[in-house]
């Protein structure tokens, strides 16, 4: 029986897609809340079922689930197997997808109200979640690749909902070429695997590696292809360009993508093909590397940011540096852990933004102000969720993120350092954006475009709304201290387990963390004195540091760099045109040639059809004589 | 005696159905063809197939050629006869190559030959052989199921539109 | 005896008595769409007992004229399937002949039970007269509308099936006269024993082969005998062209499989003979039906091409006779299981054009512009069956033609699945061509294209259809390979 379930918690969100788009969209348009229902409802059960999962893959011997493989279709001595598996890995990532999606899918249910797209966005919602459900439980190439692919693209069609808005509909472009680079190196890493090894299967591949027949050069290009994938869809430093543009869509898509669905999947790759990466020092140094990088390279551009999503959107670019430095550096465990606490704290702190917006109108922060008051519950989880990816213990980001500076401190020092770094300016951008938006006064919301939006319109956010941020806020105090005994570590495959007081405040006799938390704390200390206190001017301190600034707010130009330069000067006016000048003249002719010979060809055979009876009837005798000679000929 | 009468009904057969192709005037064709039909209810009787040949003249010449020559009287412009077509050539190449080939098969195939000698009258014959046991009982009705669908066939085409 | 055996034709004799019923009904009867509702009924008491006699061991009756086998059982299913399909998308169609939807629907469950025993015929005379019965019921349909087009439509398809039908006749009586026999089986032990080695020793059997091969090849629309294809599809009342292209062609394959793998099929030099002149007129059928489909501009005429160049994808199944490797049946099922495919497929695409052609009153391709607009979910079906038709995922097309082409590797007609991918991509062109125009051309005016939800409910099954045999064939595989059984190995 257990063997269903895995089947079943990746069905159930693909039948809501189905229902939705098929039954309720064309039929019960006018009843808009019902696809939500469905949604919630499905998402709901299947998060009920991953539970179940975690404690069978708890109890299960070597944390691996045995999932027999369905034949899809057996035709003659052709057999196409699908199967899907289910081990630590999974079930945590299983975990996280479910609690987060069914959190924003409640949360939407208040968002989207009225919005005339409804059965269409909760139907691309559902068939997100499925494809993520499918790619993390996905036991060969093909299959995952797939889901990949999938979730690609309901991203594009979720980042475009709003497709009438040419920004929303550049984004979505953007989101999807700029992804598709990094899977042309992933869809290589399996062509090449599938041609040194002959499988897709993952776990035969995983053996393959461990058991050092895949090895060298051949190991370690593959792996900087998966690499390559996984920096695509994680918004990795140089592929990170589309992640802060994805804010387009509505608030609860990028809440979904920026915890727990399109960027988590890129995190979540490396960890799958460890076994791999592990093999491979070139490899591995590549990812933390890659990662420690970008995570203060985010950062810094996050520093400077006046609109709160962009805010967050560089925040989740960094953090995923974070994971992708734990992974390099520490393993599997430390990499996740730091994923499945980022993805409850930054899903409250997307619907936390949302949640402004819903009553203000605007995401620029400029505009806010003074919003604690009007909207409590907003206030007080936004805040717990910044707390928490600053780093203040005993909050859920402290915990994971002691671990990936402990390991990386051991592994390469100069990531250590550049972490650290990134330690203090996260806790600084958090609270410049709290203190900015809940802060202070109220400085008039969007009423720039829509008149007098008055402060007395202000409002806390509906409790549909309210309740999923409430959740979140408990999961982003108290998922941390899941690995507070080391449990989590040792699920995922390594680390040992001690007791929970002495983890808890054990850690606090290190120096280490005392480090980060008067980084974070310092971080906190001057966002306040700028933005809250005003002891310091922000402006002067922009002035004096002008180049700076600018080099951060123009997001080191590699818009401009990836528009003007590779795309405008390199590709279209060098590639392109050579190109299409080999196209025009050499390609298309021989197109041409052919088309127009196929088109000639059909025109000749069309007269034939000349609507007279008597060649119709001709032509059955022709063929039975044609047919009897041919064979005195040639039988 | 039946051989001669065999090539003389053969040669008058093959005579008619030339003279219903050649012939431009549409009337006078299908009065070729009901002579057609007769002479081939002669080859019939050649054959000991009394019973296929009363049917032949009843249907054929009875019903079918009667149904032809009204239907021509109908037809407007009926006496310019049938326009010729470009296809003449291909289509007495074609339908030489047909003939050779037809008679190249007759000829040269072994054919197996009945050493029993013909039944006399077939009518009780043809009778058990269309309704008792091991007959063909099943096909009779499905034609009747047949002339339903083109009686209701004919209700339709000939309905005002 | 026989009386005992009345029940194993109970889908035949349930139909037509529902059949009966619409004609009487019809006199009494001023609200049409009642008879449209008996109609359905019938088909669905016909399936009924067709689903019911499934399990049921295989056994010839009436003097071995008609075989009760998993074979017949599936093709019927089928067929009625599609009519059922026909009669509901005719919906938005029967108000043109206002006062004859009795006999419209009568003649279309006549041409069912026709077809129906036609795919059960054991017997050269059975063959013939199911044949008839059908053939008759659909020269009328293909002339209900009366107008200048589809009565001339109506016209070339009776006088070419006359031809067609004196072709086959001739083929029969060859065969009958080499052997002294009509019933299949009896047919099949005399060839098992002719004393000869090749099928130019005796011309007789060759002719007859090749007389029998261009009569049903009418049917299924093979060339050289495709040419009334077109004209009659582009004339024809869009349903019942539907309805030729699918059950007429469908029956057309069971009466081919049947008289060529049981009759003929047992020496092997014979089947590996008529095997290959499948194989050439496959290729040839595919090719031509392909490239002359490429310069339509009438949708249905274009459908009409592409449902040539499909009854040659449909052919390489015939083409898999002699020594193969694995599963020897392996040709047949896939032939059956392109069938399944092919039907939901195209009624789908047909169904489609119904509506949309309805309310622009036009079958012109470049008429479609901007459907994707007015008419979305039409539009959505419409690309669905025509990617199912290129044959991409995940879409019924894509197994069919992997089924069919690896049984073609199997048998060594590697040459034959090299041209039909080859032809598969050129009939993308001409497929995507209509998906184009539909989504990126610009609306011609905002008016929305209403249908029928009778219409919508068929269209919405072929679709369903498309998908389940793209997305989970397993069991229909099982079906396709159950009811080929019968052949042995």
């Known amino acids: ?635 | 005696m039946f051989d001669i009468v065999f090539w003389i009904l053969a040669a008058v057969t093959v005579g008619a159905a030339l003279a219903v192709v050649f012939l431009r005037d549409v009337f006078r064709a299908a009065l070729c063809l009901v002579f057609l039909f007769f002479t081939i209810a002669g080859i019939y009787i050649t054959l000991h197939a009394d019973f296929l040949a009363v049917v032949q003249v009843l249907i054929y010449v009875g019903a079918i050629s009667i149904l032809i020559i009204v239907a021509i009287m109908l037809t407007r412009e009926v006496w310019r006869g049938s326009p010729s077509g470009r296809l003449r050539i291909p289509a007495l190449v074609v339908g030489l190559l047909l003939l050779g080939m037809l008679m190249f098969t007759a000829m040269s195939t072994k054919w197996h030959i009945s050493d029993v000698p013909p039944q006399e009258p077939t009518t009780t014959a043809i009778g058990a052989g269309l309704f008792g046991d091991g007959g063909f009982l099943l096909p009779v009705e499905i034609a009747a199921v047949l002339l339903l669908a083109a009686v209701l066939g004919a209700i339709v085409l000939i309905r005002e539109k | ?489």
């Open chain 3, 1 to 489: 005896m026989i009386v005992s055996e009345l029940h194993l034709m109970t889908p035949e004799l349930s139909l037509l008595g529902f059949a009966l019923v619409v004609i009487l009904l019809d006199l009494f009867i001023k609200q049409k769409k009642v008879l449209a509702g008996v109609s359905i009924a019938g088909l669905i008491v016909s399936a009924g007992f067709t689903l019911a006699m499934w399990g049921a061991p295989t056994i010839d009756i009436f003097y071995a004229m008609l075989a009760v086998d998993r074979f017949a059982l599936f093709f019927k299913f089928l067929l009625l399937a599609a009519a059922g399909l026909i009669i509901l998308a005719s919906q938005d169609y029967v108000s043109k002949f206002e006062r004859f939807q009795g006999e419209y629907y009568a003649l279309v469950l006549i041409s069912a039970v026709g077809m129906m025993l036609l795919t059960a015929a054991a017997d050269l005379i059975s063959i013939y007269v199911a044949l008839e019965l059908s053939g008759i019921s659909l020269y009328v349909l293909a002339s209900f509308l009366k107008d200048q087009k589809s009565t001339e439509a109506g016209l070339k398809y009776l006088l070419l099936g006359a031809v067609a039908s004196a072709v086959l006749l001739y083929g029969m009586a060859l065969v009958f006269g080499l052997t002294g026999k009509t019933c299949l089986l009896c047919i099949a032990d005399v060839v098992e024993t002719m004393p000869i080695a090749g099928l130019l020793d005796n011309p007789a059997l060759l002719l007859g082969i090749i007389l029998l091969a261009a009569g049903f090849g009418f049917k299924i629309a093979c060339v050289p005998f495709q040419m009334w294809v077109p004209d009659v599809y582009e004339g024809a009342p869009t349903p019942i062209t539907a309805y030729l292209s699918v059950a007429s062609k469908a029956a057309g394959f069971a009466v081919i499989v049947r008289v060529f793998f049981v009759a003929l099929g047992a020496p092997s030099w014979l089947s590996i003979d008529w095997g290959i002149l499948f194989a050439i007129l496959s290729a040839i059928t595919m090719t031509l039906g392909n490239v002359v489909a490429i310069v339509q501009t009438n949708i249905k005429r274009m459908l009409g091409y592409s449902s040539i160049a499909q009854a040659g994808y449909l052919m390489v199944g015939l083409a898999t006779v002699g020594v193969a490797v694995g599963a020897d049946a392996l040709g047949r099922s896939g032939l059956l299981f392109f069938l399944m495919s092919y039907a939901v497929t195209n009624l789908g695409a047909f169904i489609a054009v119904i509506a949309i052609s309805n309310k622009i009153d036009s079958d012109l391709i470049g008429d479609y512009t901007g459907m994707g607009k007015r008419a979305p979910l039409l539009a959505v079906a419409l690309t669905l069956c025509l990617v199912s038709l290129i044959g991409l995922p995940p879409t019924a097309g894509l197994i069919a033609k992997i089924y069919i082409f690896n049984a073609a590797v199997h048998h060594g007609l590697l040459w034959l699945v090299i041209v039909a991918v080859i032809n598969s991509c050129i009939s993308a062109y001409y497929y995507l061509r209509v998906v184009k125009v539909m989504w990126l051309g610009a609306p011609v005016s905002e008016e929305k294209v209403p249908s029928s939800w009778a219409l919508r409910a068929s269209l919405s099954l072929c679709c369903l259809g498309v998908l389940l045999l793209g997305v989970i064939p397993g069991s229909f595989v099982g079906m396709a390979e159950a009811a080929v059984r019968i052949f042995g190995s």
């Open chain 1, 1 to 635: 029986m257990t063997y269903h379930i895995p089947w079943i918690v990746f069905l159930l969100p693909l039948f809501s897609f189905i229902i939705i788009s098929f039954i309720l969209r064309p039929f019960l348009n006018y009843r808009p809340k019902l696809g939500g229902y469905v949604t919630i409802g499905a998402i709901g059960a299947a998060c009920a079922l991953s539970f179940w999962l975690l404690v069978e893959v708890l109890s299960a011997p070597g944390h691996k689930l045995e999932i027999p493989d369905i034949q899809w279709l057996l035709i003659g001595d052709l057999s196409i197997h699908i199967g899907l598996m289910v081990d630590a890995l999974t079930a945590v990532m299983l975990i996280v997808v479910t609690i987060v999606s069914l959190t924003v899918q409640i949360y939407s249910q208040g968002y989207m109200h009225g919005d005339p797209g409804y059965h269409r966005y909760y139907a691309f919602m559902s068939l997100f979640t499925a494809c993520m459900l499918g790619l993390v439980m996905a036991d060969n190439l093909v299959f995952l690749y797939l889901f990949w692919e999938g979730v690609g693209l309901c991203s594009y069609l979720l980042i475009g909902f709003w497709f009438h808005r040419p920004a929303a509909a550049d984004a979505a472009k953007k989101a999807f070429i700029v992804t598709r680079l990094g899977d042309f190196g992933f869809l290589a890493a399996i062509l090449f695997l599938f041609y040194k090894t002959g499988t897709f299967d993952i776990g035969e591949l995983h053996g393959l590696a461990i058991a050092g027949t895949l090895t060298g050069t051949t190991l370690t290009w593959v792996a900087i292809g998966i690499f390559a994938g996984a920096v695509g869809k994680s918004a990795q430093f140089p592929l990170h360009v589309w992640l802060p543009d994805a804010m387009e869509g509505p608030t609860p898509v990028s809440a979904l993508i920026h915890a727990a669905t399109m960027v988590a999947a890129g995190v979540f790759l490396v960890a799958r093909f460890f076994p791999l990466f592990e093999n491979s020092e070139m490899a591995l140094t590549s990812v933390a590397v890659i990662g420690g990088f970008t995570a203060i390279f985010a950062a810094t551009m996050g520093l400077v940011m006046t609109d709160i999503k962009r805010v967050l959107a560089y925040s989740t670019i960094s953090q995923l540096g974070y994971m992708m430095l734990g992974l390099g550096a520490g393993g599997i465990a430390i990499g996740i852990f730091h994923l499945f606490n980022h993805a409850f704290f930054k899903a409250l702190l997307f619907l936390g933004a949302g949640s402004v917006n819903h009553s203000t109108g605007t995401f620029d922060m400029r505009e806010m102000g003074g919003l604690r008051k009007a909207m409590p519950w907003t206030y007080a989880t936004f805040l717990i969720a910044s707390l928490s990816i600053a780093g203040i213990w005993p909050l859920s980001g402290f915990w994971s993120k002691d671990e990936i500076l402990v390991s990386s401190f051991a592994n390469n020092p100069i990531l250590f350092y550049l972490a650290m770094i990134t330690v203090f300016m996260t806790a600084f951008y958090m609270f410049r954006a709290v203190f900015l938006t809940f802060g202070g006064e109220y400085r008039g919301g969007a009423s720039s475009e829509h008149g007098s939006h008055g402060a007395h319109q202000l409002h806390e956010s509906p409790k549909v709304m309210v309740i999923p941020l409430v959740v979140l806020a408990a999961l982003s105090i108290f998922s941390g201290w899941l690995n507070v005994t080391g449990r989590f570590d040792e699920f995922l495959g390594h680390g040992e387990v001690h007791s929970f007081t002495q983890g808890f405040f054990g850690i606090l006799t290190h120096p280490l963390p005392w480090i980060s938390l008067i980084l974070a704390g310092s971080g906190i200390l001057l966002a306040y004195a700028m933005y809250s206190a005003k002891w310091l001017s922000a402006e002067a301190i922009g002035k004096a540091f002008s180049p700076f600034y600018a080099l951060f707010s123009r997001k080191y130009w590699f818009d401009e760099l990836y528009e003007r330069v590779i795309v405008g000067r390199v590709l279209v006016d060098g590639l392109f045109a050579g190109c299409g000048f080999f196209d025009s003249r050499g390609v298309d002719g021989a197109v041409n040639g052919v088309a127009d010979g196929t088109a000639a060809a059909g025109r000749a055979l069309r007269q034939a059809q000349s609507g007279q009876l008597q060649v119709y009837a001709m032509a059955i005798a022709v063929g039975i004589v044609a047919i009897m000679v041919c064979f005195y000929l040639f039988g």
